[in-house]
């Protein structure tokens, strides 16, 4: 049974320091796996999503690596602001499209 | 990206009563729905996978007689939590399959019941 693990549960950084999250899984059988983003109260929003072929995936100040053999990925948001502030989820996805949530990073901006 | 919604966004029923959620694929057409459960503070829990036209499958240790699930259409799944209890209280979230791909999520709907 895959099982995906999210270090730290949540973190606390003034503005301007780069933000790095860390995300495990036990089975490196993945199609793929995907960062989200979620504000209080709502629901999930994409930030990227890596193949298992691939490496990394960057979008604007957000990077994303995946070593599929290690089960790692790490999610880098460069120059943190404010509005970063959220909680961070990692999932991958295997046979059957279903996706195995971590539990989850909550991060705070501090101005 | 594609955009999936949920109504209502939130719902406060009393217990035993029963309560209708809707996820709808707003742009494309999403033949797998899946549906979360989600608790403060916690992460998302798949409950079921929903193929249009056809029975959801559920995972273990969720009750299918409590939670019914119909995908009558390519574009609209619904979720009834019947004979809701207080311990059903909790985030529920949606997401359509796109193309085989990508999952896109719905806002979410509280449900609180008292």
Same mark, same amino acid.
């Given at each position: 049974?895959?099982?995906?693990?999210?270090?730290?549960?949540?973190?606390?950084?003034?503005?301007?320091?780069?933000?790095v999250?860390?995300?495990?899984f036990?089975?490196s059988?993945?199609?793929?796996?995907?960062?989200?983003?979620?504000?209080?109260?709502?629901?999930?929003?994409?930030?990227?999503?890596?193949?298992?072929?691939?490496?990394?995936?960057?979008?604007?100040?957000?990077?994303?690596s995946?070593?599929?053999?290690?089960?790692?990925?790490?999610?880098?948001?460069?120059?943190?602001?404010?509005?970063?502030?959220?909680?961070?989820l990692?999932?991958?996805?295997?046979?059957?499209?279903?996706?195995?949530?971590?539990?989850?990073?909550?991060?705070?901006?501090?101005? | 990206?594609?955009?999936?919604?949920?109504?209502?966004?939130?719902?406060?029923?009393?217990?035993? &009563?029963?309560?209708?959620?809707?996820c709808?694929?707003?742009?494309?057409?999403? &033949? !797998?729905?899946?549906?979360?459960?989600?608790?403060?503070?916690?992460?998302?829990?798949?409950?079921? !996978?929903?193929?249009?036209?056809?029975?959801? !499958?559920?995972?273990?240790?969720?009750?299918?007689?409590?939670?019914l699930?119909?995908?009558?259409?390519?574009?609209?799944?619904?979720?009834t939590? &019947?004979?809701?209890?207080?311990?059903?209280?909790?985030?529920?979230?949606?997401?359509?399959?796109?193309g085989?791909?990508?999952?896109?999520?719905?806002?979410? &709907?509280?449900?609180?019941? !008292?």
């Amino acid at each position: 049974k895959q099982e995906v693990t999210q270090i730290p549960a949540a973190l606390s950084v003034p503005e301007g320091e780069n933000l790095v999250l860390n995300c495990s899984f036990t089975d490196s059988a993945i199609y793929n796996l995907q960062w989200f983003r979620q504000d209080p109260g709502k629901g999930l929003t994409s930030l990227l999503l890596i193949q298992s072929s691939q490496r990394e995936q960057t979008s604007g100040r957000l990077n994303a690596s995946l070593d599929k053999s290690s089960g790692r990925s790490t999610l880098y948001i460069a120059a943190s602001q404010p509005g970063d502030s959220a909680t961070y989820l990692c999932a991958v996805k295997a046979a059957g499209n279903k996706l195995t949530f971590g539990g989850g990073t909550r991060v705070l901006v501090k101005p | 990206g594609a955009v999936v919604s949920q109504h209502p966004s939130r719902v406060i029923c009393k217990s035993g &009563t029963s309560v209708k959620i809707e996820c709808r694929s707003l742009d494309f057409q999403a &033949t !797998t729905m899946f549906w979360y459960r989600q608790f403060p503070k916690k992460s998302l829990m798949l409950m079921a !996978t929903s193929n249009e036209g056809s029975k959801a !499958t559920y995972e273990q240790g969720v009750e299918k007689d409590k939670f019914l699930i119909n995908h009558a259409s390519l574009t609209l799944s619904t979720l009834t939590v &019947t004979s809701a209890h207080p311990e059903d209280s909790s985030f529920y979230i949606c997401s359509g399959l796109a193309g085989g791909m990508e999952q896109y999520f719905g806002p979410g &709907t509280r449900l609180t019941v !008292t």
